[in-house]
């Protein structure tokens, strides 16, 4: 049965903290995990096969490219991962070799379902994924600004004293040190960030600001003190995977296919965008500042140097 049926590929710190993810809030209903370390995709499986008796039936087991067929997901979060003092773009060359040979393998399984990619720089290999494939644009998601813009609501929430889920708030542009932050249409509550503070908080414009920088600089932060990020991009994925099955349409700023939108063309870059049962149902074309669309542009130059320099 394609519906509902999930294929992981990468078995690493952040697939098996998806799939960890996935399992315990019982998304999906067959799950099965791919991985060069046949071993370890095995015992994942059974490991997490423990937890079901606590959740939802799933069949959970160690696959190969064949078992891609009839999957409705193949989520990607295979590749060399990012090291301490390295940018997410310093891994390019490395992992798109590994992503030709991977994307050839899924496509002549016979799959037709949805990519959903993770590895970095997410941006390029989500870009490189549909280049491959040669899917349709709408079929191949990356992760884009989605734990980007988790971190931001967090720390501006943590800043404000609310909920982070009372918070509306995206990062655009490459995941990476280029994106920026959409504060136009920050709000808490539908109300303006700058309007709730002035009524709400003794918080000043820098301490706002600061949220921004911490949010750049987490995933590197975070790299230095443990070695890698995996807990909250393992939980960003499950939403994305839960969004597609329930085809929920709903809006997270992942890296998707431009055709126009912000003045961009033929890149995938990090935008909100409404994700149901066919993928990315809609980008939307958010009105941004003159200086946030400056940002936006300046960010995509960045990556329209890396994907020409790298010939996909």
Not at 146 to 173: C, H, W
Not at 264 to 285: H, M, Q, R, T, Y
């Amino acid at each position: 049965m394609k519906d509902s049926k999930i294929i992981l590929v990468g078995d690493g710190a952040v697939g098996s903290s998806f799939a960890y993810a996935s399992t315990i809030l019982g998304i999906g209903r067959e799950l099965g995990i791919i991985d060069i370390n046949e071993k370890k995709a095995e015992g994942d499986a059974m490991d997490l096969s423990d937890v079901l008796s606590f959740t939802n039936p799933k069949h959970i087991y160690k696959a190969d490219y064949s078992d891609c067929k009839d999957a409705e997901i193949v989520v990607i979060t295979a590749g060399i991962p990012q090291k301490s003092g390295e940018s997410r773009l310093d891994l390019i060359e490395k992992n798109l070799k590994i992503f030709k040979d991977m994307i050839g393998q899924i496509v002549d399984s016979g799959f037709d379902g949805i990519f959903l990619v993770a590895s970095n720089p997410v941006d390029i290999l989500t870009y490189a994924t549909w280049k491959y494939s040669k899917f349709p644009a709408n079929k191949v998601i990356g992760t884009g600004t989605t734990l980007d813009s988790s971190r931001f609501k967090k720390e501006i929430a943590n800043l404000i004293g609310i909920d982070p889920r009372s918070v509306e708030a995206f990062i655009m542009g490459e995941h990476g040190d280029s994106e920026f932050a959409v504060w136009s249409h920050t709000n808490v509550g539908g109300m303006p960030l700058y309007e709730w503070v002035k009524s709400h908080s003794e918080t000043d414009e820098k301490e706002l600001l600061d949220t921004f920088e911490k949010v750049k600089n987490a995933a590197y932060e975070i790299i230095d003190k443990k070695g890698a990020t995996f807990y909250g991009i393992g939980m960003a994925l499950a939403r994305l995977v839960e969004a597609i099955i329930n085809d929920q349409n709903s809006v997270f700023s992942t890296s998707s296919y431009l055709d126009g939108e912000y003045g961009l063309e033929d890149i995938f870059i990090g935008a909100p965008s409404v994700i149901g049962k066919n993928g990315v149902k809609w980008v939307l074309e958010v009105p941004l500042t003159d200086i946030e669309d400056e940002r936006m542009k300046e960010s995509a130059k960045t990556l329209k140097e890396i994907i020409n320099k790298s010939n996909i």
